[in-house]
């Protein structure tokens, strides 16, 4: 399966959790945009994932001159979206791809244009179900995440809370 990591949200997420290696542990190939790239400021985080594009377990996907405008567009026509997530977004489209993010307007937005949306809780639930992480680790990632202020779904982080915990 295939993926494209949006908005350095999910990157972050994982890092703060310290779950970005197991993420990369998963049978997935994961790809991001150099827009995404060039989001990232904070010098220690580009260091960590500087380290998974070197070790390929990260790739980057390039943008044409004819996509760059097809970028524009869908921003134009999104209000509230940047240019970060509009790469994401057309690249996962124009490549059939999954998308994960954690930002909820690309989410609404790019599921009404076909696009196939994952989350942070798609990857706790495949790092549980792949035994890289236990259910009790999950669970303690989870509440740290909710806790920090992430936006998740309440009924769908309380049943995998009762899920994790039992």
Same mark, same amino acid.
């Given at each position: 399966m295939k993926f494209v990591v949006n908005d350095t949200n999910i990157f972050f997420d994982l890092i703060y959790v310290e779950l970005l290696d197991a993420f990369f542990q998963l049978e997935h190939t994961v790809y991001t945009t150099d827009f995404i790239i060039s989001e990232i400021e904070e010098p220690e985080q580009l260091e960590i994932i500087t380290k998974f594009i070197e070790d390929e377990r990260l790739f980057i996907g390039t943008l044409n001159p004819e996509a760059l405008e097809e970028i524009s567009a869908l921003q134009e026509a999104n209000k509230g979206l940047s240019v970060h997530d509009c790469s994401v977004w057309f690249y996962s489209k124009q490549n059939n791809f999954s998308l994960i993010t954690? /930002?909820?307007?690309?989410?609404k937005c790019a599921l009404k244009d076909g696009v196939d949306v994952k989350g942070?809780?798609?990857?706790? /639930?495949?790092l549980v179900n792949n035994e890289l992480?236990?259910? /009790?680790?999950?669970? #303690? #990632?989870?509440?740290?995440l909710i806790k920090c202020g992430s936006r998740l779904p309440h009924n769908e982080c309380e049943t995998r809370l009762k899920k994790w915990r039992s």
């Open positions: 954690g /930002d909820g307007l690309l989410r942070i809780l798609f990857i706790l /639930d495949e992480i236990t259910p /009790d680790t999950a669970a #303690k #990632k989870l509440q740290l």
